[in-house]
């Protein structure tokens, strides 16, 4: 690929071992909270009959793409802390790099589809169940996948073609657009480019849709004259509106932007709320905010 550095070395956060320690203990924590949460979701989804819907089926998704999301970053990230695997070779930058984007853009389809089937189950409660069949919402999840997937494979063949001279050192806990961009002695405007028009079509479409399907669900939710109807409909879609707020905030920082930023700390904090932080939240703000779910959680525990 033309390129003359066979591997990176991620500093990860600088600091004494006693605070990169705890930084290690705080990431595995978050870690195993994380597996736990998502795949209790899953489980409590695939046993519980009365959560075989559109709106648990796309929470599914989400839950397992969450897990897999953490996995590409929190084990390497702790062997870069502990100092026992800082080193990483190009083509696995690469791969890590792909597959993070792609999970990520997958993320924002997820939370566009699922802010689409509020939209329906809301404005159009009588006909949903004909609306959103399990057919259709079987393929509105795969094609958010394969989308998901397919958007980042352009961006990173053409991040495959960039030439690095040295130094080598990438000033993170893992392989992101904008340290290789900084390292890259070659040409970097076709991939800045690249990442913000992927950037506009993935995040900003995807962030739109959204946005339209929550102006017709407040809507509708205005309408109703009960106040605890108004309520009751909000609840369907509160933790969902939650789940958005905390991902696009944080994801349009991030890539949403012409050019790779200077401040590759800010970077990195960020990129730590995005990759380990965010993927944690997920589950406890859809069971706390979630009555069936809190009920179906508590007839799971009232058997065993």
């Given at each position: 690929n033309g390129t003359s550095v066979e591997e990176f070395i991620l500093l990860g956060f600088p600091g004494t071992w006693q605070f990169?320690?705890?930084?290690?203990?705080?990431?595995?924590?978050?870690?195993?909270?994380?597996?736990?949460?998502?795949?209790?979701?899953?489980?409590?989804?695939?046993?519980?009959?009365?959560?075989?819907?559109?709106?648990?089926?796309?929470?599914?998704?989400?839950?397992?793409?969450?897990?897999?999301?953490?996995?590409?970053?929190?084990?390497?990230?702790?062997?870069?802390?502990?100092?026992?695997s800082q080193t990483i070779s190009f083509s696995v930058c690469i791969l890590q790099l792909f597959f993070l984007l792609s999970l990520g853009s997958t993320e924002c389809f997820l939370l566009s589809v699922m802010a689409y089937d509020r939209y329906l189950a809301i404005c159009y409660p009588l006909r949903y169940c004909s609306l959103m069949s399990s057919v259709l919402s079987v393929r509105l999840a795969l094609s958010s996948w394969l989308g998901g997937f397919l958007a980042i494979s352009l961006l990173a063949f053409l991040t495959s073609r960039l030439t690095f001279c040295g130094p080598d050192i990438i000033n993170h806990f893992l392989c992101d657009i904008d340290s290789c961009l900084a390292l890259s002695c070659s040409d970097t405007w076709p991939v800045e480019l690249a990442t913000f028009l992927i950037s506009i079509i993935v995040v900003v479409a995807s962030c739109v849709v959204t946005l339209v399907s929550y102006m017709y669900i407040i809507s509708s939710i205005l309408r109703i004259q009960s106040a605890h109807g108004r309520k009751k409909a909000f609840s369907t879609c509160s933790a969902h509106l939650s789940v958005v707020t905390i991902w696009y905030g944080s994801t349009m920082f991030l890539y949403v932007k012409p050019s790779a930023q200077n401040s590759l700390d800010l970077n990195k904090i960020v990129n730590t709320f995005n990759t380990v932080v965010t993927p944690l939240l997920n589950p406890f703000i859809y069971t706390l905010r979630n009555k069936e779910v809190k009920l179906a959680l508590g007839q799971a525990f009232r058997k065993k």
């Open positions: 990169r320690v705890s930084f290690v203990v705080v990431f595995a924590l978050i870690y195993t909270l994380t597996i736990i949460g998502n795949a209790s979701i899953i489980a409590l989804v695939w046993r519980n009959s009365n959560l075989h819907t559109p709106m648990y089926f796309f929470l599914c998704n989400l839950s397992f793409l969450e897990i897999w999301y953490t996995t590409g970053v929190v084990p390497k990230a702790i062997g870069v802390l502990l100092g026992t």
